[in-house]
């Protein structure tokens, strides 16, 4: 007689949800701090602030942002920017970085066995740049670059 488990089953939806989430959190602290970053670089023409950002090297940040007009109210990119900028500002980039590498690591660690050779490394690769990104943000260059858009 074959038992069967009344488990479910894990799906592929679930593991693309994780890894999309975990791709989306790189992507916002390149849209929220990247962006501006290499606005202010390009415009000053100073391509080593980019590893000291800073009020001295660049200004206000402010003076970076996309210009405001009014068709910038329905833009939906401008508000993609500014989402993403006020997220990297408090801090909560790095909740969603820690989220994203310790669910990509208890599901990475629970379905080891059943994972294809490539959706391993999706998720792995996922979880190390979600944990990477939380980290980037608690190093002393994040709290600077932090402080600069701060300001």
């Given at each position: 007689m074959d038992v069967q488990s009344t488990e479910p089953e894990p799906t592929r939806q679930g593991r693309h949800l994780i890894v999309w989430f975990q791709y989306s959190v790189v992507a916002i602290l390149l849209l929220g701090a990247g962006s501006l970053l290499l606005a202010a670089a390009a415009g000053t023409g100073d391509w080593a602030g980019l590893a000291d950002p800073g009020l001295e090297r660049y200004g206000d940040p402010k003076d970076w942002n996309p210009p405001l007009g009014p068709d910038s109210a329905w833009n939906p990119l401008a508000w993609l920017v500014e989402i993403c900028r006020w997220i990297v500002m408090t801090s909560?980039?790095?909740?969603?970085?820690?989220?994203?590498?310790?669910?990509?690591?208890?599901?990475?660690?629970?379905?080891?066995?059943?994972?294809?050779?490539?959706?391993?490394?999706?998720?792995?690769?996922?979880?190390?740049?979600?944990?990477?990104?939380?980290?980037?943000?608690?190093?002393?260059?994040?709290?600077?670059?932090?402080?600069?858009?701060?300001?």
């Open positions: 909560l980039i790095v909740v969603l970085g820690f989220i994203g590498a310790l669910i990509g690591f208890v599901h990475f660690a629970g379905q080891r066995g059943n994972l294809t050779r490539g959706a391993a490394a999706r998720l792995l690769t996922g979880t190390v740049l979600s944990a990477a990104t939380a980290l980037v943000v608690l190093t002393p260059y994040g709290a600077q670059l932090r402080n600069w858009l701060l300001d």
